[in-house]
């Protein structure tokens, strides 16, 4: 078993849409939370992290993260085509040696 | 002004060769990385230098070697290439106490025949 899964999608919703994407993790040692965005053939930039449980929101962008069940969650509002790309959740404790752990990715298409 | 930039963007090269792949910064990050990116898009760390020491070195084949001149650039060799390298590295860099925030550069797609 991974330390993080991620569904690989596809993930297909219209313009507009609200999506959810989720990771879950096994290492409760993990306390940054991380949600990058990689368009095809770009490397990953990050969208947002969040430290330790709650919520951050960032424009349309929303990171959830709930320690007791080792979930977290990107909501997108208001979809729109350029949010399509593949979404890669990260993970790491404090004082880890500067290491992420990466989920697999969501691949996101939002059409018109 | 490119944050993070990798030469060059794809190599294509034969089995058995020696390749490297070369990584700048010009954030004034103190720790770089190389990860590997496999076909399913699984993204794994490699290594990471903090100011040219070696700080994470991943189960990684000894075929590939990193080398760090100075803080800014950090250069990856990989000898005797095998079919399973093929893949897309990517370099990353980030403050010390950030490493929760890393900026990735383009990546190199190396396909090996």
């Known amino acids: 078993q991974k330390e993080v899964e991620q569904d690989p999608g596809p993930l297909s919703v219209p313009e507009g849409a609200i999506v959810s994407l989720n990771c879950t993790y096994s290492?409760?040692?993990?306390?940054?939370f991380m949600w990058y965005r990689q368009y095809s053939r770009k490397g990953p930039e990050l969208l947002m992290y969040?430290?330790?449980?709650g919520n951050k929101e960032d424009g349309r962008f929303t990171a959830q993260v709930d320690k007791s069940s080792k979930y977290i969650s990107l909501f997108i509002r208001d979809s729109q085509p350029s949010d399509s790309a593949t979404y890669l959740c990260?993970?790491?404790?404090?004082?880890?040696?500067?290491?992420?752990?990466f989920g697999t990715g969501t691949q996101l298409k939002v059409e018109l | 002004d490119t944050a993070v930039s990798q030469t060059p963007k794809y190599l294509v090269t034969q089995m058995g060769n020696d390749k490297s792949i070369k990584c700048e910064q010009n954030?004034?990050?103190?720790?770089m990385y190389w990860y590997k990116q496999d076909s399913k898009k699984f993204l794994k760390i490699m290594f990471s230098?903090?100011?040219?020491?070696?700080?994470i070195n991943e189960t990684v084949p000894n075929r590939f070697s990193p080398k760090s001149p100075d803080k800014a650039h950090l250069n990856l060799h990989i000898n005797s290439l095998e079919l399973g390298d093929s893949a897309v590295y990517f370099c990353?860099?980030?403050?010390?106490?950030?490493?929760?925030?890393?900026?990735f550069g383009p990546g190199t797609r190396l396909t090996v025949l």
């Open positions: 990353a860099s980030s403050q010390v106490d950030r490493y929760n925030e890393q900026f």
């Open positions: 290492n409760s040692a993990f306390q940054y």
């Open positions: 969040t430290y330790s449980s």
């Open positions: 990260a993970m790491a404790p404090t004082g880890g040696g500067n290491k992420l752990t």
């Open positions: 954030l004034g990050h103190d720790t």
């Open positions: 230098y903090n100011n040219k020491e070696l700080i």
